[in-house]
T-cell receptor, first 110, second 115 residues
Framework: KNEVEQSPQNLTAQEGEFITINCSYS?????LHWLQQHPGGGIVSLFM???GKKKHGRLIATINIQEKHSSLHITASHPRDSAVYIC????????????FGEGTQLTVNP | DTGVSQNPRHKITKRGQNVTFRCDPI?????LYWYRQTLGQGPEFLTY????????KSRLLSDRFSAERPKGSFSTLEIQRTEQGDSAMYLC?????????????FGPGTRLTVL
């Protein structure tokens, strides 16, 4: 079983829909990251969370430390949001390395 | 542009050849990380440096892999005697501080294809 699991693996939405991507992890963490990867490989860090909730534009990330669960929400989705969204955790005992989920492929159709 | 840069962006090689990749982190970033990503999977940690010191290595980093960061600035990742299973995207990232909870800034990656 992977230490970091994401659902769904693939998600197709219509423009304007509200989107939720989930991440569950099984280890103690010091921080959780949400990353965005576009075709071609480039990865951009969206959020880093250790508790509560963060918002940036149409993106919202939440984390529940007790339940070992985080969600990434996209409001008013747009075709340019189409990308792979990756959850990654920094384990309490692993120094600086990140452990990644397998990613969620999001496609937003016009 | 002062982001993380990686060279080359693409490398095609024949099995058994040696390859070397370079990563230039954001200036003054103390930490530098190497990850590997295969198609359809999330990245996997390979190794990381704090300045010039290599502090952690994954078991994925076999004897054929070596990484250096000689002056605490750019880093190189060398793969000797490449195998088809080495085909992947090799990602470099850097982070600015000594804090454990810091944002990592990723480069565009080097895509390796071993024929």
């Amino acid at each position: 079983k992977n230490e970091v699991e994401q659902s769904p693996q693939n998600l197709t939405a219509q423009e304007g829909e509200f989107i939720t991507i989930n991440c569950s992890y099984s280890v103690g963490i010091s921080a959780l990251h949400w990353l965005q990867q576009h075709p071609g490989g480039g990865i951009v860090s969206l959020f880093m969370l250790s508790s509560g909730k963060k918002k940036h534009g149409r993106l919202i990330a939440t984390i529940n430390i007790q339940e070992k669960h985080s969600s990434l929400h996209i409001t008013a989705s747009h075709p340019r949001d189409s990308a792979v969204y990756i959850c990654a955790v920094r384990r309490e005992t692993s120094g600086s390395r990140l452990t990644f989920g397998e990613g969620t492929q999001l496609t937003v159709n016009p | 542009d002062t982001g993380v840069s990686q060279n080359p962006r693409h490398k095609i090689t024949k099995r058994g050849q040696n390859v070397t990749f370079r990563c230039d982190p954001i200036s003054e970033h103390n930490r530098l990380y190497w990850y590997r990503q295969t198609l359809g999977q999330g990245p996997e940690f390979l190794t990381y440096f704090q300045n010039e010191a290599q502090l952690e290595k994954s078991r994925l980093l076999s004897d054929r892999f070596s990484a250096e960061r000689p002056k605490g600035s750019f880093s190189t990742l060398e793969i000797q005697r490449t195998e088809q299973g080495d085909s992947a995207m090799y990602l470099c990232a850097s982070s600015p501080s000594r804090l454990r909870a810091d944002t990592q800034y990723f480069g565009p990656g080097t895509r390796l294809t071993v024929l």
